[in-house]
């Protein structure tokens, strides 16, 4: 079974700074999407970033870019100019590209910005 | 605006009883989901539906139901079966193409 590996429960970072967010997983499969979500206290779930495995090509999105490692199964997120506004709980998520397409979530990073 | 509606926000229960809450989009997606969040975790698939008529159970599905009889609809009703429902309940609906999931602001339920 496909499994999402969030290693840091906690994470800070000084407002401004950049921070960065570990994900790995684990899946037989070659073709898939990944994705991050943040969770704020309003439990909201929006949509950071996404990344399809087949482009080679790192996402990005304004101060939010991912470093997609395949052959390492490794899909971390960046922040950049962190701002106050980027606390929340972030989830790293898995995403089958065939059958039921679920989408599977990691255990999530709290992160906190120290202003 | 297109979205997803989950009624109520909260919703308090006493043990023993049967409980149904609501998801409802107007997004013309055909996949919908139900994920469970307890404190300080992940989201857990309960139950998901790819077509009207037909769903399939997630990985924690025990103790609770679905229906899918029209394609904006997908109910959820925690039973008496399910030993711990309180938790923090969010509907998701996508297409079938790989896109991200729409989430509702979910349902808070408490069983006392």
């Known amino acids: 079974a496909q499994t999402v590996t969030q290693s840091q429960p906690e994470m800070s970072v000084q407002e401004a700074e950049t921070v960065t967010l570990s994900c790995t997983y684990d899946t037989s499969e070659s073709d898939y999407y990944l994705f991050w979500y943040k969770q704020p206290p309003s439990r909201q779930m929006i949509l950071v970033i996404r990344q399809e495995a087949y482009k080679q090509q790192n996402a990005t999105e304004n101060r939010f870019s991912v470093n997609f490692q395949k052959a390492a199964k490794s899909f971390s997120l960046k922040i950049s100019d962190s701002q106050l506004g980027d606390a929340a709980m972030y989830f790293c998520?898995?995403?089958?590209?065939?059958?039921?397409?679920?989408?599977?979530f990691g255990q999530g990073t709290r992160l906190t910005i120290n202003p | 605006d297109g979205g997803i509606t989950q009624s109520p926000k909260y919703l308090f229960r006493k043990e023993g009883q049967n409980v149904t809450l609501s998801c409802e989009q107007n997004l013309n997606h055909d996949a919908m989901y139900w994920y469970r969040q307890d404190p300080g975790q992940g989201l857990r698939l309960i139950y998901y539906?790819?077509?009207?008529?037909?769903?399939q159970k997630g990985d924690i599905a025990e103790g609770y139901s679905v229906s899918r009889e029209k394609k904006e609809s997908f109910p959820l009703t925690v039973t008496s079966a399910q030993k711990n429902p309180t938790a923090f309940y969010l509907c998701a609906s996508s297409t079938l193409q790989g896109s991200p999931l729409h989430f509702g602001n979910g349902t808070r339920l408490t069983v006392t």
């Open positions: 539906s790819q077509i009207v008529n037909d769903f």
């Open positions: 998520a898995y995403r089958f590209i065939q059958g039921a397409q679920k989408l599977v």
